[in-house]
């Protein structure tokens, strides 16, 4: 990052004081530009980067909720509409007692690009609340995503905002939700929300859709190698959605995986996660994860540890982090490349710091990046906005061909930019000079807003 681009970065990270999370994803696509505007000298003209850092709005809102004991708690919503150059606003709202208005300005910073990535109409947006859905009935889950939505309903809708799920919102959370702004709204308007249930306007293949879509991202970038999923070993972090969901298809594919983990510690299972058994854990009891360990013959609970500990021991070609931000860092870095590790893809939302990614690249690791590693949730997310403006259903079988087909399409685009611009076969330059390109010349077309 050099000269204009580097006095732009100062200016952001001076506008927006302590929010490191978005000075990270900031700087990180920042990194990539230099090339782009030496060739592009209209962007530097049109104020590009300055405006693609500034949201377009900034809602901040106090969600107030009874719990069961009838005490009154509070909680702060967010929303920020980043940047609707390509199309309504699309990003997840997260639950988590985490979120921050920096923690929901990366990511909707992220998003933009990512969904730019897809080819599809949407824009990029993001949203949550502090609110912490473990251990809360699904009465307190409802009234509070019944105030969220009384205020957030006004803010949204099929032309301008579509919220879907992410970390603490699923099918339920989204049911709440969408039942409130029915109500708010006397309309059944299918298309505000995505991420639905399947009998009343949801898609089928969401809820694999993010983890299938990173494998098949990854499948693509081993096939560069003359390599494929079959009889490697892999470790995917988490154990919600994405997780689950990438185990499935590794598994589908050929590949083995070998660990998975949740906030308090990790599996290691050298005959192969059995995905049926973690889903039941995680997804029906909603138990945690060492609950697995105790129904599975020859599994191991790792207390405490990250899922990457498991490289120390064991070699592994794959690694898939699909748990949070940050998680896998520059020590853990050097263990899987030790560790023979060939390929990391990006199922999270900026899962892997800095120096971390910085690591892989510079030993030659494929490194998917989750801006295209994991844009097939909100691709499919796209797809179900397009069967709800129709009115139509699709079958699984074809929702998950159009899938591969667009994460086949994000790789092909990553790796094409990447080339052109001098630098073969690294999917960050691609990607995020593909996605920039994207939203800069539509950014140049609607003219100075």
């Given at each position: 990052?050099?000269?204009?681009?580097?006095?732009i970065?100062?200016s952001?990270?001076?506008r927006?004081?302590?929010?490191?999370?978005?000075?990270?994803?900031?700087?990180?696509?920042?990194d990539?530009l230099?090339?782009?505007?030496?060739?592009h000298?209209?962007?530097?003209?049109?104020?590009?980067?300055?405006r693609i850092?500034e949201p377009?709005?900034?809602?901040?809102f106090?969600?107030?909720?009874?719990?069961?004991r009838?005490?009154v708690?509070?909680?702060r919503?967010?929303?920020?509409q980043?940047?609707?150059?390509?199309g309504?606003?699309k990003?997840?709202?997260?639950?988590?007692?985490?979120?921050?208005l920096?923690?929901?300005?990366?990511?909707g910073?992220?998003?933009i690009?990512k969904?730019a990535?897809t080819?599809?109409?949407i824009g990029g947006?993001?949203?949550g609340?502090?609110f912490?859905?473990?251990?809360?009935?699904?009465?307190e889950?409802?009234r509070?995503?019944?105030?969220?939505m009384?205020?957030l309903?006004?803010?949204i809708g099929?032309?301008?905002d579509?919220?879907?799920?992410?970390?603490?919102?699923g099918r339920?959370?989204i049911?709440y939700?969408f039942?409130?702004y029915?109500?708010?709204?006397?309309q059944?308007?299918?298309?505000?929300?995505?991420?639905?249930g399947?009998?009343w306007?949801?898609s089928?293949?969401r809820?694999?859709?993010?983890?299938?879509?990173?494998?098949y991202?990854?499948?693509?970038?081993l096939?560069?190698?003359g390599?494929s999923?079959?009889?490697l070993?892999?470790l995917?972090?988490?154990s919600?959605n994405?997780a689950?969901?990438?185990?499935?298809?590794?598994h589908?594919?050929?590949?083995?995986?070998?660990g998975?983990?949740?906030s308090?510690?990790?599996?290691y299972d050298?005959?192969?996660i059995?995905?049926?058994?973690?889903?039941?854990?995680k997804?029906?009891?909603?138990?945690?994860?060492d609950?697995y360990?105790a129904?599975?013959p020859?599994a191991?609970?790792l207390?405490?540890?990250?899922?990457?500990?498991i490289?120390?021991?064991?070699k592994v070609q794959?690694a898939?982090?699909s748990?949070?931000q940050?998680?896998?860092g520059?020590?853990?870095?050097?263990?899987?490349v030790?560790a023979?590790v060939v390929a990391?893809?990006?199922g999270?939302n900026?899962?892997t710091t800095?120096?971390?990614?910085?690591?892989?690249?510079e030993a030659?690791v494929l490194?998917?990046?989750g801006?295209?590693a994991n844009?097939?949730?909100?691709?499919?997310?796209?797809?179900?906005?397009?069967?709800?403006?129709?009115?139509?259903?699709?079958?699984?079988?074809?929702t998950?061909?159009?899938?591969?087909?667009?994460m086949q399409?994000?790789?092909?685009?990553?790796?094409?930019?990447?080339?052109e611009?001098g630098?073969?076969g690294?999917?960050?330059v691609?990607?995020?000079i593909?996605?920039f390109?994207?939203?800069?010349?539509?950014?140049?077309?609607?003219g100075?807003?």
């Amino acid at each position: 990052m050099t000269g204009a681009i580097s006095d732009i970065y100062a200016s952001v990270l001076a506008r927006n004081p302590g929010e490191t999370e978005f000075h990270q994803a900031v700087g990180e696509v920042f990194d990539s530009l230099d090339r782009v505007l030496a060739k592009h000298p209209e962007y530097v003209e049109a104020s590009i980067l300055e405006r693609i850092c500034e949201p377009e709005r900034q809602i901040i809102f106090r969600v107030p909720w009874v719990d069961d004991r009838g005490r009154v708690q509070i909680n702060r919503g967010f929303r920020v509409q980043f940047n609707s150059a390509l199309g309504p606003y699309k990003g997840g709202l997260r639950f988590h007692p985490s979120v921050l208005l920096g923690t929901v300005k990366f990511l909707g910073f992220e998003q933009i690009f990512k969904n730019a990535l897809t080819g599809m109409p949407i824009g990029g947006g993001k949203g949550g609340s502090d609110f912490d859905p473990k251990g809360k009935s699904d009465a307190e889950v409802m009234r509070f995503c019944q105030s969220f939505m009384t205020e957030l309903q006004r803010h949204i809708g099929e032309y301008t905002d579509v919220p879907a799920g992410d970390i603490g919102v699923g099918r339920r959370e989204i049911g709440y939700l969408f039942g409130q702004y029915k109500r708010m709204t006397n309309q059944y308007e299918s298309g505000v929300l995505t991420g639905k249930g399947i009998t009343w306007g949801g898609s089928l293949m969401r809820t694999e859709a993010t983890g299938y879509g990173a494998t098949y991202f990854t499948q693509h970038m081993l096939e560069t190698k003359g390599q494929s999923f079959d009889g490697l070993d892999v470790l995917v972090s988490g154990s919600g959605n994405v997780a689950i969901y990438s185990i499935e298809k590794v598994h589908a594919l050929g590949g083995r995986v070998i660990g998975a983990s949740d906030s308090g510690g990790s599996i290691y299972d050298p005959a192969g996660i059995d995905v049926a058994l973690l889903q039941d854990v995680k997804e029906v009891r909603r138990a945690r994860i060492d609950a697995y360990v105790a129904e599975r013959p020859g599994a191991t609970y790792l207390p405490g540890l990250p899922v990457w500990e498991i490289a120390r021991e064991h070699k592994v070609q794959v690694a898939l982090p699909s748990a949070t931000q940050n998680e896998l860092g520059a020590e853990h870095a050097k263990v899987l490349v030790g560790a023979g590790v060939v390929a990391v893809a990006e199922g999270a939302n900026m899962p892997t710091t800095p120096e971390a990614t910085e690591i892989f690249r510079e030993a030659g690791v494929l490194f998917g990046p989750g801006k295209a590693a994991n844009a097939g949730g909100v691709a499919t997310s796209a797809l179900e906005m397009q069967q709800n403006a129709s009115r139509d259903s699709w079958s699984a079988e074809y929702t998950d061909a159009r899938l591969a087909e667009i994460m086949q399409g994000i790789h092909e685009r990553c790796a094409e930019t990447a080339d052109e611009y001098g630098a073969p076969g690294d999917y960050v330059v691609g990607a995020n000079i593909a996605g920039f390109l994207r939203v800069a010349d539509a950014m140049l077309a609607l003219g100075v807003i």
